[in-house]
C-alpha cells in the first residue's frame, strides 16, 4: 500500500466491561450473563483499532495514559495491534472504564461512563507532535482550548508546504451536546456529527442537520474558502452527507440481519470513512458507503477482530 502518512486518532483510551445479558435485566434482581469480558475502548482508541484491521499501516493512539496497573491490558493491546502509543503523556490516576451492558434480546447497547477527573490531553502534549509525519489527524470533539490550537499548528504547517501532496487532513467527531465543540468542526475538512448533537441543536431530520451546520459553518480562509464536509448517521436508515462543495447526499444502509455486538459500530464507522477517504482515495459519498458495509459487518461479530477478514475479502 503507497505511503500515505501516518494516521493519528487523538481522544480517550478506556476500559470497556462488557455483560452480555439474554434480555435487559429488571432493576434490583440477581441474573447471570451469557458472556463477561473486558476490551479495550474509547472513540479513538476504538478509531485506531478498526484502521488497523481495514490494513491502514501506520496508525498512531495520542492520549492521556495511566501509569496504574489497570492500564496494562490496555497499553499491551495497542502494542499487539501495532498501535503507536509512543508519544502519549501518562498520569498515574486509574484510567477511566465503562460498564457495558449488550441485550441479546434487542442488539442494544447500555454504557456507562466512569471518569474520576481523569486528565485530558494539553496544547502542549499535542505541540510535541512532529507534523511531517502526519498525513491524517482525527480528533474527539472534546476540550477546544487544547484542540484548536493544534488545529491552527496543522493550518500553518499545510500553508507552508511546497508540497501540496503533504497537506495533513484534518476530521473532527462531534458527539458531545455543547455549543462550543462546533467552532472545532469549522476549522476541520471532515466533520462527524453525532445524531444526538444534532436534535439537541434543533435539527430532527439528516438533511436539516448536515445543511444546518453546513450553513452554519464560514468558509476557511487560505484554505480556497472551503467548508469542511460533514457526515452525520442517523440510525439504522443510513447516514446524510454533504461535501466541501456544498452537494448533499443520504446514503442509505443496508439492513443487518442479525446484530451481535453494536458497541463501538459508529466509531467503525467513523474509521472506515477516514480509511475509505485517506487511504482509498474514495469521494465523500464512496467512503459512506464503505463505512456502512463495514459498520454492518462488524454488527454480526462480537468486538472488531473479524473487521480483517471484511478488509482481506475485499
Request: hydrophobic share 35%; glycine share 8%; proline share 6%.
Amino acid at each position: 500500500m503507497p505511503c500515505k502518512g501516518r494516521i493519528v486518532c487523538v481522544g480517550m483510551c478506556v476500559l470497556d466491561v462488557i455483560h452480555l445479558v439474554e434480555q435487559y435485566p429488571v432493576e434490583d434482581t440477581d441474573k447471570r450473563c451469557l458472556a463477561g469480558y473486558w476490551q479495550r475502548g474509547g472513540n479513538a482508541s476504538n478509531n485506531c483499532t478498526v484502521l488497523r484491521q481495514l490494513g491502514a499501516p501506520d496508525v498512531e493512539f495520542m492520549g492521556m495514559q495511566s501509569a496504574s496497573p489497570a492500564f496494562s491490558f490496555l497499553y499491551e493491546d495497542c502494542r499487539k495491534r501495532e498501535i503507536c502509543i509512543d508519544n502519549c503523556p501518562s498520569t498515574n490516576m486509574d484510567p477511566p472504564f465503562s460498564s457495558v451492558i449488550l441485550n441479546q434480546a434487542t442488539g442494544s447497547r447500555t454504557i456507562i461512563h466512569s471518569n474520576p477527573g481523569f486528565p485530558s490531553l494539553t496544547f502542549e502534549h499535542l505541540a510535541q507532535l512532529k507534523l511531517t509525519n502526519y498525513g491524517w489527524v482525527h480528533l474527539e470533539g472534546r476540550n477546544p482550548e487544547s484542540i484548536l490550537p493544534f488545529i491552527r499548528d496543522i493550518r500553518a504547517h499545510n500553508k507552508q508546504l511546497k508540497d501540496p501532496r503533504g497537506r495533513i487532513r484534518i476530521s473532527v467527531d462531534l458527539e458531545k451536546m455543547k455549543h462550543e465543540i462546533l467552532e472545532l468542526g469549522e476549522a476541520a475538512d471532515c466533520v462527524f456529527l453525532g445524531k444526538d448533537l444534532a436534535t439537541f441543536l434543533g435539527w430532527n431530520k439528516p438533511e436539516e442537520a448536515v445543511m444546518g451546520l453546513y450553513n452554519r459553518f464560514k468558509p476557511q480562509r487560505g484554505e480556497n474558502n472551503a467548508k469542511p464536509a460533514i457526515v452525520c448517521p442517523w440510525g439504522a436508515d443510513g447516514a446524510a452527507c454533504v461535501d466541501a462543495h456544498g452537494n448533499y447526499a443520504f446514503v442509505p444502509s443496508k439492513p443487518v440481519q442479525k446484530i451481535v455486538d453494536s458497541l463501538g459500530a459508529g466509531d467503525t464507522f467513523c474509521a472506515a470513512v477516514i480509511y475509505a477517504l485517506h487511504m482509498l482515495d474514495k469521494d465523500l459519498q464512496e467512503a459512506v458507503q464503505f463505512g456502512h458495509a463495514i459498520a454492518g459487518y462488524k454488527l454480526a461479530y462480537r468486538g472488531y477482530d473479524d473487521i480483517e477478514s471484511f478488509s482481506q475479502g475485499r
